[in-house]
């Protein structure tokens, strides 16, 4: 029962959000506000779903499995517990400092470039590390999520402040001081709450880790190429996927893109035709436009290179992926399930009805019922473009002083991290919790003092800012 803990928690969302298609209207803002009536969630709507779902995010449920089946490619090689070894032996007497860069690091990803479901892509190898060097499982999530969240509590440059700045039109380096406060401040509470658990469970071993980190084998096989590889992987994700032209104003990656789909041999566009129209067609898909959709081949090629590179069998290489998307299935149906609730949602837009009523509760902006908007609109939601736009649209019809929108933004930012480090329709929590099997129960328990002292200090920072403005 333990193994479907989190089965339970999304369930109960998604049954959550069918009984209010049938309590509460459903509306729309296009330039003004439409009563639609109510459009409930019927039961053959249900079976309907889960196909808009696959089309419309189908290709983040291929990634987690590519994702996986990459994973099993490396224990196929023989060098990936071998590499663990020898970076658990590096950190040896130092693991706090392993846990306090390893927080640094993905949480600057998070707040620079963006990423959230993409650091799925190495949070596999972190997790095996952290069980390596005898801490437990809550420490891991704690590493990983916890780290990614603080990323989003203080996004400097990522999709959480472009899609924000866009709707509200907002330049990227507004309130940008603000936002590194809030990024540090949040850095130090993640990472004293991260140790000082990580302290007092610290032991040489756990029976619980076993199946995180693969069995010992001897070989006499380098590791270098697995490590070149992989790290080629992670720095391509990370530089398709950031923002360059939008948030840094750099042109290098289009220009390069351009030239690449322009390119002609005898009058035939190798690049273009080999590439695929989709990336380098009649508008080339630069670095920074990416999505996961695109890191799927890339990933597949790599799997590829690794088999060909270690001459692993067909027949294992193929039992060595299907094992990885084995243990990634689980995960993935959870995932799938709550990019349901978000089209479940977006079809029956009950939302706004509740947002319009809330907004009302004040006169003019208000910082209470602006943060209870933003956190009703981040469980309902886990992709903020989504959860934001219909509210912040409706928001700036009826409050036109554009000098409260950067307050507004902040608002959002802060409180969508802070219920993505709880909610049960949180993609990035539950995906990593449900892989590590640690129940509901047992994260609250651990993390609701960081949830606590996040929304103080987001409340500290709201009200000193509406003072200022």
């Given at each position: 029962?333990?193994?479907?803990?989190?089965?339970?928690?999304?369930?109960?969302?998604?049954?959550?959000?069918?009984?209010?298609?049938?309590?509460?209207p459903?509306?729309?803002?296009?330039?003004?506000?439409?009563?639609?009536g109510?459009?409930?969630?019927?039961?053959f709507?249900l079976?309907?779903?889960?196909?808009?779902?696959?089309?419309?995010?189908?290709?983040?449920?291929?990634?987690?499995l590519?994702v996986?089946?990459?994973?099993?490619?490396?224990?196929?090689?023989?060098?990936y517990?071998?590499l663990?070894?020898k970076?658990?032996?590096?950190?040896?007497?130092?693991?706090?400092?392993?846990?306090?860069?390893?927080?640094?690091?993905?949480?600057?990803?998070?707040?620079?470039?963006?990423?959230?479901?993409?650091?799925?892509l190495i949070?596999?190898?972190?997790?095996?590390?952290?069980?390596?060097?005898?801490?437990?499982?809550?420490?891991?999530?704690?590493?990983?999520?916890g780290?990614?969240?603080?990323?989003?509590?203080?996004?400097?440059?990522?999709?959480?402040?472009?899609?924000?700045?866009?709707?509200?039109?907002?330049?990227?380096?507004?309130?940008?001081?603000?936002?590194?406060i809030?990024?540090?401040?949040?850095?130090?509470?993640?990472?004293y709450?991260?140790?000082?658990?990580a302290?007092?469970?610290?032991?040489?071993?756990?029976v619980?880790?076993?199946?995180?980190?693969?069995?010992?084998?001897?070989?006499?096989?380098?590791?270098?190429p697995?490590?070149?590889?992989?790290?080629?992987?992670?720095?391509f994700v990370?530089l398709?996927?950031?923002d360059?032209?939008?948030?840094?104003?750099?042109?290098?990656f289009?220009?390069i893109?351009?030239?690449?789909a322009?390119?002609?041999?005898?009058?035939?566009?190798?690049?273009?035709?080999?590439?695929?129209?989709?990336?380098l067609?009649?508008?080339?898909?630069?670095?920074?436009?990416?999505?996961?959709?695109?890191?799927?081949?890339?990933?597949?090629?790599?799997?590829?290179?690794?088999?060909?590179?270690?001459?692993?069998?067909?027949?294992?290489?193929?039992?060595?992926?299907?094992?990885?998307?084995?243990?990634?299935l689980?995960?993935?149906?959870?995932?799938?399930?709550?990019?349901?609730?978000?089209?479940?949602?977006?079809?029956h837009?009950?939302?706004?009805?509740?947002?319009?009523?809330?907004?009302?509760?004040?006169?003019?902006?208000?910082?209470?019922?602006?943060?209870?908007?933003?956190?009703?609109?981040?469980?309902?939601?886990?992709?903020?473009?989504?959860?934001s736009?219909?509210?912040?649209?409706?928001?700036?019809?009826?409050?036109?002083?554009?000098?409260?929108?950067?307050?507004?933004?902040?608002?959002?930012?802060t409180?969508?991290?802070?219920?993505?480090?709880?909610?049960?329709?949180?993609?990035?929590?539950?995906?990593?919790?449900?892989?590590?099997?640690?129940?509901?129960?047992?994260?609250?328990?651990?993390?609701?003092?960081l949830?606590?002292?996040l929304?103080v200090i987001?409340?500290?920072?709201?009200?000193?800012?509406?003072?200022?403005?």
């Open positions: 029962m333990k193994k479907y803990n989190w089965l339970k928690w999304v369930l109960l969302s998604l049954l959550l959000v069918v009984l209010l298609s049938w309590i509460i459903a509306a729309q803002f296009q330039g003004n506000f439409i009563d639609l109510r459009t409930q969630i019927g039961l709507d079976g309907t779903y889960p196909l808009v779902c696959l089309m419309y995010f189908g290709y983040i449920a291929l990634f987690m590519c996986g089946g990459l994973y099993g490619i490396l224990n196929q090689t023989g060098v517990r071998k663990l070894d970076l658990a032996d590096l950190f040896k007497g130092r693991e706090s400092i392993f846990l306090m860069v390893t927080i640094l690091i993905i949480t600057l990803l998070t707040s620079i470039s963006g990423l959230t479901v993409g650091l799925f949070f596999p190898l972190i997790i095996s590390l952290i069980l390596l060097m005898g801490y437990n499982k809550i420490v891991a999530a704690s590493v990983t999520v780290s990614m969240v603080i990323g989003i509590f203080g996004n400097l440059f990522g999709s959480t402040t472009s899609n924000l700045n866009d709707i509200l039109s907002l330049p990227y380096k507004e309130e940008i001081v603000t936002k590194i809030l990024l540090v401040i949040g850095l130090v509470l993640l990472i709450h991260t140790l000082t658990y302290k007092k469970v610290k032991s040489d071993s756990s619980e880790s076993r199946e995180y980190i693969p069995e010992k084998v001897e070989t006499k096989k380098k590791i270098w697995a490590v070149v590889l992989f790290d080629l992987l992670i720095l990370i398709s996927l950031t360059w032209q939008g948030a840094f104003k750099i042109d290098l289009s220009d893109t351009k030239k690449a322009e390119f002609e041999i005898g009058g035939f566009p190798i690049f273009a035709k080999i590439l695929g129209s989709n990336l067609g009649t508008t080339p898909l630069a670095f920074g436009s990416w999505t996961l959709r695109e890191i799927i081949p890339v990933i597949i090629i790599v799997c590829l290179l690794l088999v060909a590179v270690y001459r692993i069998k067909i027949k294992d290489a193929l039992d060595g992926f299907a094992s990885g998307m084995k243990k990634a689980y995960p993935v149906l959870l995932v799938s399930i709550i990019y349901m609730i978000l089209i479940m949602t977006t079809y837009p009950f939302q706004l009805v509740i947002y319009k009523s809330i907004f009302g509760l004040a006169n003019g902006f208000n910082v209470l019922t602006t943060s209870l908007v933003a956190i009703l609109s981040s469980f309902f939601n886990p992709e903020l473009l989504y959860g736009e219909a509210s912040l649209r409706y928001f700036v019809s009826i409050i036109t002083n554009k000098e409260l929108y950067p307050i507004v933004e902040i608002i959002y930012q409180l969508y991290a802070c219920v993505m480090l709880i909610a049960p329709t949180s993609v990035v929590l539950v995906g990593t919790l449900s892989y590590l099997k640690v129940p509901y129960k047992n994260w609250l328990g651990y993390v609701w003092k949830l606590l002292e929304v987001a409340f500290i920072v709201f009200t000193i800012l509406t003072v200022v403005n």
